[in-house]
Structure formats: structure tokens, C-alpha cells
């Protein structure tokens, strides 16, 4: 048992350099999807609430417009998505496989409509009383969302991110699929094509344990603001 153990620690540190490099490599993906998704997915998911049916911007056209775009791009299987958009992706960067930043356009653009949505969603669940009092106080629509939907949607928007943040982590396993980079490129690179099961389930655990340091801190995070 000792001398098993001895040989998997040998080949995880044989391994460990281009273990390093894969997670340095999903880090750019997820880092670039959560930039979008905060910047861009924000603004969309308040815009979607803001122009739907009975609310204080109501706009059908800019809603549908919208609406009809988040949910293309979250209906789309993502596999089918990254192959879909390989031609796009070479015109605008040259390459659209082997590279961390080509592999997270798809990224990008789903990281976009799937926190849009959960973006949405959490501004629904306020209560109708806090727009009420808004409108009362005579608030503007910039200060309705920065002062009052933002303030008491703000715990949700933070469990809503975490849970598109471990989306984006299974979206950046997929892009190993078709060559992208990172740990789902070296799971299946160096342990699935290989037969290497003990790196691979090393990756897999890896993976795992970041997820729930991610959930965990995300949780903590969201406790933390939750004022109520």
C-alpha cells in the first residue's frame, strides 16, 4: 500500500507542472466569463426586469429583443455552441483552439445570458413594497436599481454568481473536448487518452475541491450581506 501510495505521488509531481499550467490556463477562461458576466450580464439581466410587462421601464420590444437572446443562448447545448462559433472566433482572433482567450468566447457569451437571467430573477423576488417606496420617495430609475434594487437584491446577486461561476468551471472542462486548454484539457489529454485513470481522477478532484471552496466562500459572502 505504502510503495502504491509512493508511485501516484511520483506521478502527480511528474505530472504537476503541467497540472499548474492547465489551472493557470482555466483560470483566464473563468476569469474572463466572470468579467463579462459582471460588466455586461448585469446590465441585461436589469434591463430585462426593468422593460417586462408592468414594471417601471416597461419596453415589450427592448424585452423581447433581450429575452429572446438569453434564452437562444442558454437553450444552445454549449458543445454545440463552441464548434458553432469556430469560424467567428477565427476571424475576430486567429485561432479558435490551443489557446486559453480563444476558448473563452463561448465562455464569454454564455457567461453573459446565463447570469443575466439569474440577475432577473433576483430582482423579481423583491418586494413589490420596495418599489413602491421608491416611487413614493420620487427616486429615478438609475436610483431606483443602484439605491433600492441593488441594496436589497445584493445577497442573492451573490449566491446567483457563485452559481453561474461553477457553470462556468463545467463550461471550461468542455472546452478540453476540443483542444481549449485547461484542467478538462489535461484530464482528458493526459489521463483519459492515455489510460492514465490516477491523474485524471486527480484533475477530477481538484476540480471538486475548488468548486466547493468556491460555493463555500460564495455562501459565506452572501450571508455576510444579507441584512435581513
Known amino acids: 500500500m505504502t510503495e502504491s501510495i509512493q508511485i501516484y505521488l511520483d506521478r502527480v509531481i511528474e505530472f504537476a507542472p503541467r497540472l499548474i499550467e492547465s489551472l493557470q490556463e482555466s483560470g483566464i477562461m473563468l476569469s474572463l466569463a466572470s468579467v463579462v458576466a459582471i460588466f455586461i450580464g448585469i446590465p441585461l439581466g436589469t434591463l430585462l426586469y426593468l422593460t417586462a410587462p408592468g414594471k417601471p421601464s ?27 462559433m469556430q469560424p467567428a472566433i477565427r476571424a475576430l482572433y486567429g485561432r479558435a483552439t490551443g489557446d486559453p482567450i480563444a476558448a473563452s468566447f463561448p465562455m464569454m457569451l454564455i457567461a453573459i445570458a446565463l447570469y443575466a437571467r439569474f440577475v432577473e430573477q433576483s430582482l423579481l423576488e423583491i418586494p413589490k413594497g420596495v418599489i413602491e417606496v421608491a416611487d413614493a420617495m420620487g427616486a429615478s430609475t438609475n436610483q431606483l436599481v443602484t439605491k433600492f434594487l441593488f441594496v436589497e437584491s445584493r445577497s442573492s446577486l451573490i449566491i446567483g454568481f457563485t452559481t453561474a461561476f461553477v457553470s462556468f468551471i463545467s463550461y471550461s472542462t ?26 485524471m481522477y486527480t484533475a477530477i478532484v481538484v476540480i471538486i475541491i475548488f468548486v466547493q471552496i468556491i460555493q463555500w466562500l460564495g455562501l459565506k459572502l452572501a450571508k455576510k450581506l444579507d441584512k435581513r
Do not use: H, K
Not at 60 to 81: A, D, E, G, H, T
Not at 179 to 195: E, L, P, S, V
Open 58 to 84: 416597461e419596453n415589450l420590444w427592448i424585452y423581447q429583443i433581450c429575452n429572446i437572446f438569453v434564452n437562444i443562448v442558454r437553450s444552445f447545448p454549449f458543445l454545440l455552441l463552441v464548434v458553432a
Open 174 to 199: 468542455i472546452m478540453g473536448v476540443v483542444g481549449g486548454g485547461g484542467i478538462g484539457d489535461f484530464a482528458i489529454r493526459y489521463g483519459y487518452q492515455r489510460y492514465e485513470t490516477d491523474i
